[in-house]
């Protein structure tokens, strides 16, 4: 791989090559569960890791599944990336790499339904303890939840639904000088092409691959990056996964074999938790990732024309009480956005809707173009009421200190027309207000208006 290739072309070439056997151009679907051994000296190479080539089973490895991870990894700047059944696994095994009964982990509560409940339900389970911060751009609230026990930060690079952007610098030199532990991105809403963790100071980056990677609602998948660059050495009583000798992998650790490579922490990941665990992706969902990745940035690119067109659309709507939206005049992280986000702030945008739940429920009902399900980044356009679905396992204060109220909408902006896409969020406003209406039948409520056409963005 041409280390110097700009980002159009590593998506597209990165991490493969025509298939040996047949000469095949793109990465064929190795549909087999497990793969010969040349000898018995190769097999027993394989078990003690002395040969990392090779190929034995599918539940640890697939080339298929190789070939996306090596592509998410160039994509990304990290050093080794594994692959995962969905993204709520690529969360679960990345932190449970560093963590065990009595660590504890700091997160920001700006995260996913699915996170806050994985970190404040199942790993209490397991005797972890986790602490939520609020303010997640202040390295005060980080630094003050700081324990001798803490293993890892968690954040979203941008906070899905409300937009919320970290400050990834300032909160990745509080988790290295203050904690002396690894800072986790789940970079799914930015992707790559918007932002890379990494660069920006991130030691491990998660991925819904599900999402915008795969790009079309297709197949379930996750990746675990690692930028190879945390110093896992420097206190080896706070990671003993990575200094002990692992049963069945010889005397040494991995931190001894694999540190100075940059790929001990993804290594362990793989040879461990996913191999013990199982949360293996099928070869089929690898091959859609990797047809998906190839068009990652021309799809991201209109995702965040037509986010741009609709949240103006929304400024501009009397039932509209606040948008969010990373790079939206009046988002507290706007700044940041700007200096993070430079190519554009990606295609989710949420909405306080006036009128609460029953507003929000006729809204979604009327639409039309936007389906209505459980999802992010497809290349269709996608609406959901979190509070009552993905967000629906919190409590009305967690709900409160996560931004999210009665009335907010969560639109993942597709790749259609902006004008279609507008034209149909019309046809919610009419009926939210319909409804408004028979609520609370005031003289004075204001409509909804119907703005000239917007030109769709290339």
Do not use: C
Not at 141 to 167: C, K, M, Q, Y
């Amino acid at each position: 791989m041409t280390t110097d290739w700009g980002f159009d072309t590593l998506q597209i070439h990165a991490g493969a090559s025509p298939d040996p056997a047949t000469r095949a151009r793109v990465t064929p679907i190795y549909q087999s569960a497990s793969f010969t051994y040349e000898s018995t000296d190769q097999a027993a190479a394989s078990f003690l890791l002395d040969d990392l080539d090779g190929f034995a089973y599918s539940r640890i490895s697939n080339p298929t599944t190789a070939a996306a991870e090596r592509r998410i990894a160039a994509l990304e700047k990290g050093t080794a990336a594994v692959a995962v059944a969905s993204g709520q696994a690529a969360t679960t095994v990345a932190l449970l790499n560093l963590l065990r009964a009595g660590g504890h982990v700091v997160a920001s509560d700006q995260v996913y339904g699915g996170t806050t409940n994985l970190l404040l339900q199942r790993f209490p389970e397991l005797g972890i303890d986790v602490s939520l911060v609020s303010d997640i751009n202040n390295p005060d609230a980080w630094r003050r939840h700081i324990r001798p026990t803490t293993r890892a930060f968690f954040a979203e690079s941008i906070g899905n639904p409300t937009g919320a952007v970290l400050d990834i610098p300032a909160i990745a030199e509080v988790a290295h000088r203050d904690a002396g532990v690894p800072l986790v991105i789940d970079n799914t809403l930015a992707t790559p092409y918007l932002l890379r963790p990494i660069v920006h100071g991130a030691d491990i980056v998660v991925h819904s691959t599900t999402k915008y990677l795969a790009g079309h609602g297709t197949s379930i998948g996750g990746v675990v990056v690692d930028a190879g660059t945390f110093d896992f050495g420097a206190d080896p009583h706070k990671w003993p996964g990575l200094h002990g000798a692992d049963v069945g992998h010889g005397d040494r650790s991995y931190w001894e074999r694999f540190g100075a490579d940059g790929i001990a922490y993804a290594l362990r990941l793989r040879t461990t938790l996913v191999r013990d665990y199982g949360p293996a992706p099928s070869p089929f969902n690898s091959f859609l990732l990797l047809q998906g990745l190839e068009t990652l940035s021309l799809r991201v690119r209109q995702h965040v024309a037509n986010a741009e067109a609709v949240v103006a659309f929304l400024h501009a709507h009397p039932l509209v009480e606040r948008v969010h939206y990373p790079t939206a005049h009046d988002a507290p992280w706007r700044d940041i956005a700007r200096r993070l986000l430079p190519r554009g702030a990606g295609g989710v945008v949420s909405f306080d809707l006036a009128g609460g739940r029953d507003a929000a429920r006729a809204f979604v009902e009327s639409l039309e173009l936007f389906s209505h399900l459980a999802n992010i980044g497809d290349v269709r356009s996608l609406v959901i009421h979190p509070a009552s679905t993905v967000n629906s396992g919190l409590t009305d204060e967690q709900l409160h200190r996560a931004g999210i109220g009665p009335g907010l909408l969560r639109l993942s902006i597709g790749t259609e027309s902006a004008d279609d896409l507008i034209r149909d969020l019309e046809r919610g406003f009419a009926a939210s207000a319909l409804t408004a209406r028979r609520i609370d039948p005031t003289p004075d409520l204001p409509s909804p208006t119907t703005p000239e056409p917007t030109r769709s963005q290339p």
